[in-house]
């Protein structure tokens, strides 16, 4: 399922974790054309964390205990994609 800050289907993923199941966030980039690479917050995370956007995005959703499917095309994306850093409290404040 997309799920993101910008679609973060909050009831989905409450009703998913009451019942057990994990999600996977197929789309935890946006979808094509939607602007969260270009949020300041999300800019912000990867400047203090020295990573790239994706490994922010990718990073906001586990921390939010959803697995992540990120699309790639290019070995330097899937070795960005697969990166996952913690994130503390202010860092998961940011992208949303």
Same mark, same amino acid.
């Given at each position: 399922?997309?799920?993101?800050?910008?679609?973060?289907?909050?009831?989905?993923?409450?009703?998913?974790?009451?019942?057990?199941?994990?999600?996977? &966030?197929?789309?935890?980039?946006?979808?094509?054309?939607?602007?969260?690479?270009?949020?300041?917050?999300?800019?912000?995370? &990867?400047?203090?964390?020295?990573?790239?956007?994706?490994?922010?995005?990718?990073?906001?959703?586990? &921390?939010?205990?959803?697995?992540?499917?990120?699309?790639?095309?290019?070995?330097?994306?899937?070795?960005?994609?697969?990166?996952?850093?913690?994130?503390?409290?202010?860092?998961?404040?940011?992208?949303?």
């Amino acid at each position: 399922m997309e799920n993101h800050s910008y679609v973060p289907q909050e009831d989905l993923v409450e009703f998913c974790k009451f019942k057990g199941i994990l999600l996977t &966030a197929c789309s935890p980039l946006g979808s094509t054309g939607c602007p969260l690479l270009e949020e300041k917050g999300v800019q912000a995370v &990867a400047h203090k964390h020295n990573v790239t956007l994706g490994t922010v995005l990718s990073s906001f959703a586990v &921390a939010r205990e959803n697995s992540v499917i990120p699309k790639f095309v290019t070995p330097s994306r899937i070795e960005d994609n697969i990166k996952i850093i913690s994130l503390d409290k202010s860092d998961l404040e940011a992208p949303s």
